[in-house]
């Protein structure tokens, strides 16, 4: 069983940045098999999408256009039981506002769909992402 805890939302201006962080744990199974980690996000009355993902094994990346050169993910080489995620947006847009979710599931990020939520079985409770112009 893997637990999800995100954090390190909060309220910026336009043109802010900030570093969410999903601290995953539960995982001898995470350390020894590859996962897919995920950041989405659902907005008010909003479908959640994914908006960044990557392979905890070879550290293949993958972007939603609306994010692409102003978020990065990325990962800490697990040296603990506890293996963090992280998302650094930078360049923020009044449109990135939405509550942003952590997600994994085992094995490779899919190249055509990672951007489905109903590919992932392991979820956190989300942060709460606000920015105002």
């Known amino acids: 069983q893997v637990q999800l805890v995100e954090s390190g939302g909060g309220s910026v201006q336009a043109g802010g940045s900030l570093r969410l962080t999903c601290a995953a744990s539960?995982?001898?199974?995470?350390?020894?098999?590859?996962?897919?980690m995920v950041w989405f996000r659902q907005a008010p009355g909003k479908e959640r999408e994914g908006v960044a993902a990557?392979?905890?094994?070879?550290?293949?990346?993958?972007?939603?256009d609306s994010v692409k050169d102003r978020f990065t993910i990325s990962y800490d080489n697990p040296k603990s039981t506890v293996y963090t995620v992280y998302l650094q947006m930078n360049s923020l847009k009044r449109e990135d506002t939405a509550m942003y979710f952590c997600?994994?599931?085992?094995?490779?990020?899919?190249?055509?769909?990672?951007?489905?939520?109903?590919?992932?079985?392991?979820w956190g409770q989300g942060t709460q992402v606000t920015v105002s112009s």
């Open positions: 539960g995982y001898g199974y995470i350390e020894y098999n590859m996962h897919c």
């Open positions: 990557l392979n905890t094994a070879g550290s293949k990346t993958y972007y939603d």
């Open positions: 997600a994994a599931e085992p094995g490779p990020c899919r190249d055509f769909t990672w951007r489905l939520r109903y590919n992932y079985i392991y």
